[in-house]
């Protein structure tokens, strides 16, 4: 939830208009008092008028400067999404927004890392870096480095807009997430932005073909998984299927913990737990961690390819999904053939940590 705070419904709308205007009148003292007037009202505003003003608060995204407040006017904008309003409609705006950003953070990760020596470690994301001596340590005018410096310190601002439309639309993750996902990880990976869960909704699969090999049966099968946010929710979808459907014997998962995993309705944060039937290993005998996602399962000729075997002990964990507004799907496509099973299973070999059946 970004904006929590409700009071009574205003002309939302008019308010709105009025930041369009200034913004097309390119008249800067207009344009704040208006974008204040917009802040202030989208938490009294009713939904019906959020649902409408989002796709019109996304569209100015590309008119503010990359020096202004762009991350709290996308801010408002998934609010919106978040009320109702269409997340296809606010999607090309915000998450060009965070692709622009993701960018020149990077940039300016690299510029201050190739100044300051090897020893000089990044700064935390914080504004008191903009500085008069900043110019000189990123090169270029004032203006560039003041941007690739806002940049690495609002990025973080992005990710609630990015959730609101990421885990809203399947569509919206196929159309836009891949162009985004390396740069989110390359800023993850250097330890100074907390964008876990943006980097997580990016690589939500949707609609995407897994081969599962049951060791201690020598059985596979092809399952079609989708909004699943975390291996967690990975394992207890693939119990319900192959142990709850009877395909291979184990532990069936608690119906709560199914409807956790399953329910397009957002739930509250339950204590409800759910119990590990497998343990999962790619095929060349890597472990897949629960704690990882069904992108980390490699793709093996065409395929991502999963190897189950046997719980060495028991594993549990809250059966909450890390994503409460996307609900994970798996479907049993078909029941792979005796062939099939053993094709794919010669791939493995003793010395690569998983035992062909015997």
């Not at 609630?160 to 390359?186: M, T």
């Not at 399952?223 to 395909?247: C, S």
């Amino acid at each position: 939830m970004i904006f929590k705070r409700k009071r009574e419904a205003s002309g939302f709308a008019a308010t709105v208009s009025k930041l369009e205007e200034a913004v097309a009148a390119r008249d800067g003292d207009r344009t704040g008092q208006a974008f204040t007037a917009v802040m202030d009202a989208v938490q009294s505003a009713s939904d019906a008028e959020r649902i409408l003003a989002g796709p019109r608060l996304a569209a100015l995204l590309p008119a503010f400067p990359p020096t202004g407040p762009r991350p709290t006017l996308a801010m408002a904008a998934g609010f919106c999404v978040e009320r109702g309003a269409d997340p296809m409609a606010c999607a090309e705006p915000i998450l060009g927004g965070v692709r622009r950003d993701l960018l020149d953070a990077l940039e300016f990760a690299r510029r201050w890392t190739t100044t300051g020596g090897g020893e000089d470690e990044l700064p935390e994301p914080d504004e008191k870096i903009i500085d008069d001596a900043l110019p000189a340590r990123l090169g270029g005018d004032v203006y560039e480095a003041t941007r690739l410096a806002l940049a690495w310190c609002s990025v973080e601002g992005w990710q609630p807009p990015a959730l609101a439309v990421l885990c809203r639309s399947a569509e919206v993750r196929r159309r836009y997430a891949s162009a985004i996902l390396s740069s989110c990880r390359e800023l993850v990976a250097l330890e100074r932005h907390d964008l876990t869960c943006l980097a997580y909704a990016l690589a939500v699969l949707d609609d995407e073909p897994l081969v599962v090999l049951h060791k201690p049966t020598g059985t596979g099968f092809e399952v079609r998984i989708g909004g699943i946010g975390d291996n967690f929710q990975l394992h207890t979808l693939l119990a319900h299927v192959l142990v709850g459907g009877g395909y291979v014997p184990g532990t069936t998962p608690s119906a709560e913990s199914v409807r956790l995993a399953t329910d397009p309705r957002s739930r509250p944060r339950t204590r409800a737990i759910a119990t590990g039937a497998f343990e999962l290993f790619a095929l060349d005998g890597e472990r897949i961690w629960n704690e990882g996602l069904p992108d980390d399962i490699p793709v093996v000729e065409g395929r991502r390819l999963l190897v189950l075997d046997e719980p060495t002990y028991q594993r549990s964990w809250n059966a909450d999904r890390f994503f409460p507004h996307l609900p994970g799907t798996a479907e049993l496509a078909r029941v792979l053939t005796a062939e099939e099973t053993r094709s794919w299973f010669a791939r493995t070999s003793p010395g690569n940590g998983i035992r062909r059946p015997s």
